[in-house]
């Protein structure tokens, strides 16, 4: 398995008040899959992605991603990781606003050695007539487009995404998805999704259900459903 996840346990909080987010979670992903995360709210599902993306640090347990132990790093170390193998696309986008989309993932480029080709990339999200805007100019589904650019141009193995879709109306959403489909079949990219969309774990590999820190549900979809012909979104 690509990334494996052993007892996960994340507390926040001191003294009396204390809440536990993660109450010994155990998950693995296979190299290549698509995979939803989902749960009510409060149910640990960001903390679960924020402790696999190193953003997060667990009280106890373990994340071994492509076979190297994530959980205990130092925080060099997790800089690193999140440089090397690492994207990360948000429901708000955090663009950068007086760059333009060009930009913006050209920023990204510099902080690996092995970067996808800008243009093949602008070209296949469909940004390549938009490259000269400023995020302001941009409707909300072309800066999540770009925000998906700057999290890929990496080349990272493993895409972390946190409601995706979740500032989207139901037409740009399933854009956003097909997009996300595409970039998984064409370069292979392992992609957890957190999402509150149901509709959305009928076109992935693999249905991990949170519900109050732990892991409700986890099950292969053996009929996957292309994105374009998703409903309810």
């Given at each position: ?13 001191t003294?009396d008040i ?16 698509l995979?939803?995360i989902?749960?009510?709210?409060g ?9 696999i ?12 991603v ?7 790093l ?6 690193e ?14 663009l950068v ?26 070209d296949?999200?469909?940004l ?8 302001s ?21 493993l ?40 509709a ?7 249905v991990?259900?949170i ?20 409903t309810?979104?």
């Amino acid at each position: 398995m690509y990334l494996e996840v052993k007892d996960l346990v994340k507390t926040y909080g001191t003294g009396d008040i204390r809440t536990k987010a993660l109450r010994g979670v155990t998950a693995s992903v296979a190299e290549g899959d698509l995979c939803v995360i989902q749960g009510p709210s409060g149910s640990g599902k960001s903390t679960f992605l924020n402790c696999i993306g190193g953003l997060e640090t667990p009280d106890a347990g373990s994340i071994i991603v492509d076979g190297k132990e994530i959980a205990g790093l130092s925080m060099a170390d997790l800089a690193e990781y999140r440089r090397e193998s690492l994207g990360f696309i948000f429901q708000f986008y955090n663009l950068v606003p007086n760059l333009t989309v060009k930009e913006n993932i050209e920023v990204c480029a510099y902080l690996t050695k092995d970067p996808l080709d800008r243009d093949e990339l602008m070209d296949t999200l469909g940004l390549t007539e938009l490259k000269s805007k400023f995020p302001s100019q941009l409707s909300g589904g072309q800066q999540q487009r770009c925000a998906i650019a700057r999290a890929l141009i990496k080349n990272p193995r493993l895409l972390l995404c946190d409601e995706p879709t979740g500032a989207l109306d139901s037409h740009t959403s399933r854009g956003i998805l097909t997009l996300l489909e595409t970039v998984n079949r064409r370069y292979g990219t392992t992609m957890l999704i957190v999402t509150h969309n149901n509709a959305i774990k009928d076109m992935v590999d693999q249905v991990l259900v949170i519900r109050d820190g732990m892991v409700a549900e986890d099950y292969r979809n053996d009929r996957k459903i292309p994105a374009a012909e998703l409903t309810d979104l």
